[in-house]
């Protein structure tokens, strides 16, 4: 149960994550609307179920991290492997901040050209007077 419990949570924790949500809606808001269903629809122990759904505002993010972390690492593991462009974007906001944006571009195991974002970096900008 603990185990399924675990899967659950990072699969709802991507949901947040793609909703762009605050990652408190788990505990506030998603595992009290899943316990409803569960005590309506469905005559079992709501509460063993709910309680190995970790959905805490740390879980939440440490999952988010987590998966985040993964598609990082895959996408560097399959750049290794293959040719790609980069295109770099700067733009600059208050006369003081610039945004150095990096997407690369490759052609993905199914022969389609994708487009991912890599990295953003802050720049420091000099001014002269």
């Given at each position: 149960?603990?185990?399924?419990?675990?899967?659950?949570?990072?699969?709802?924790?991507?949901l947040?994550a793609?909703?762009?949500?605050?990652?408190?809606?788990?505990?506030?808001?998603?595992?009290?609307?899943?316990?409803?269903?569960?005590?309506?629809?469905?005559d079992?122990?709501?509460?063993?179920?709910i309680?190995?759904?970790?959905?805490?505002?740390?879980?939440?993010?440490?999952?988010?991290?987590?998966?985040?972390?993964?598609?990082?690492?895959?996408?560097?593991?399959?750049l290794?492997?293959?040719?790609?462009?980069?295109?770099?974007?700067?733009?600059?906001?208050?006369?003081?901040?610039?945004l150095?944006?990096?997407?690369?571009?490759y052609?993905?195991?199914?022969?389609?050209?994708?487009?991912?974002?890599?990295?953003?970096?802050?720049?420091?900008?000099?001014?002269?007077?």
């Amino acid at each position: 149960m603990l185990e399924k419990g675990l899967l659950a949570s990072y699969k709802i924790s991507q949901l947040i994550a793609k909703s762009g949500k605050p990652h408190t809606i788990g505990e506030s808001l998603i595992l009290p609307a899943i316990k409803e269903v569960l005590n309506s629809m469905v005559d079992c122990d709501s509460e063993q179920i709910i309680s190995s759904i970790p959905l805490s505002n740390s879980s939440v993010s440490s999952r988010i991290d987590e998966m985040a972390f993964d598609i990082e690492e895959t996408l560097c593991a399959f750049l290794r492997t293959t040719k790609f462009s980069i295109q770099i974007d700067e733009s600059t906001f208050n006369d003081s901040v610039a945004l150095l944006l990096v997407y690369v571009r490759y052609i993905n195991q199914n022969d389609v050209i994708q487009e991912e974002f890599l990295f953003l970096n802050t720049l420091n900008s000099i001014q002269e007077d």
